[in-house]
């Protein structure tokens, strides 16, 4: 609940959220907002396999039926977390019935040594859980062969993706229109991970959007503040190319760029207003990103008309 207030005070009116414990708008803490409610899938261990399948099936039923705000999504989680076999199986469902799906991947070098191996830190911490099942991953495994999973969905995001090879980053172009990379920079910076390779993938024609990831290893959620992050570690990279990145970048992720992420005639009416100091500058991203203002009012569209609210 703290998370989806500090995202509305940042500004934020669509998002995709990834929760282990989804459930239907019942007590209206979505009510400002639209988007996607991402099922997190647990269970490396291949006996959970149907078990896992059918709760998938569950939430996407829920929230089709149930929800006016938001629309169901399905995340298994890591390939440390999961099995290739869960993977595939949720992407045919995904695709089946028409659901995005979101997973972590190439997050850490560790993840790397556990797929390549089957040894590790990553190893050792799930041995030591009781969750390590050696057999599920094959040998000699990369994000490759997940991402050739996650692209039979209709819609995928892969979350950080911080270490995806040349190769991996061109097959994520290639599936641009049905693939989304979700740079999480705060987060990155928090664990101290190498550069995050944001001119690669742009250079190359893949859709990279902004996430927050989570409290658990970020300031707060709010997204102009991440976006602020970013133009300041990727100076090299023009300003408006950052802009998209939590605009029409964002909105294609979630599935829903035909209808939101620019201010054009027959879209969703939803924008922020953010105060801009004293000053010489008449560059609006300098003014937007060189200074710390929050969000002062948001555009929110609505059937009849369009809500305004002053935060």
């Not at 979505?30 to 939430?59: C, K």
Request: hydrophobic residues 40%; aromatic residues 6%.
């Amino acid at each position: 609940r703290k998370g989806i207030e500090e995202s509305s005070q940042g500004g934020v009116l669509s998002l995709g959220e990834i929760a282990t414990l989804p459930r239907a708008d019942s007590d209206g803490r979505y009510a400002a907002m639209q988007g996607i409610n991402f099922l997190e899938l647990l269970g490396l261990a291949d006996d959970r396999h149907d078990e896992l399948v059918a709760a998938a099936n569950a939430h996407v039923a829920t929230f089709k039926s149930s929800s006016r705000h938001l629309s169901p999504g399905l995340s298994p989680h890591a390939p440390y977390t999961v099995s290739p076999r869960l993977v595939d199986s949720i992407a045919t469902l995904a695709a089946r019935t028409h659901t995005p799906v979101a997973m972590h991947l190439a997050e850490t070098r560790e993840e790397l040594e556990l797929l390549q191996s089957g040894s590790g830190p990553f190893c050792e911490l799930l041995s030591e859980l009781g969750a390590w099942h050696p057999d599920v991953i094959p040998r000699g495994s990369t994000p490759l062969d997940y991402l050739k999973l996650l692209a039979k969905a209709e819609r995928s995001l892969v979350i950080h993706g911080n270490y995806l090879t040349r190769e991996e980053i061109e097959f994520a172009a290639q599936q641009r229109e049905r693939m989304s990379v979700i740079y999480c920079a705060r987060t990155h910076a928090y664990f101290g991970h190498e550069r995050y390779p944001l001119q690669e993938m742009l250079d190359c024609g893949v859709a990279v959007a902004l996430g927050t990831d989570s409290r658990a290893s970020n300031p707060d959620l709010n997204m102009l503040n991440e976006l602020r992050f970013v133009a300041r570690q990727h100076q090299d990279i023009p300003p408006e190319s950052i802009l998209r990145l939590a605009t029409i970048n964002a909105a294609t992720a979630l599935g829903i760029g035909e209808s939101h992420g620019t201010l054009t005639p027959g879209k969703q009416a939803n924008l922020i207003v953010v105060p801009i100091s004293e000053g010489d500058s008449s560059d609006p991203y300098e003014l937007l990103f060189g200074w710390e203002q929050s969000v002062m009012m948001v555009f929110r569209s609505k059937s009849c008309c369009t809500e305004v609210t002053r935060l």
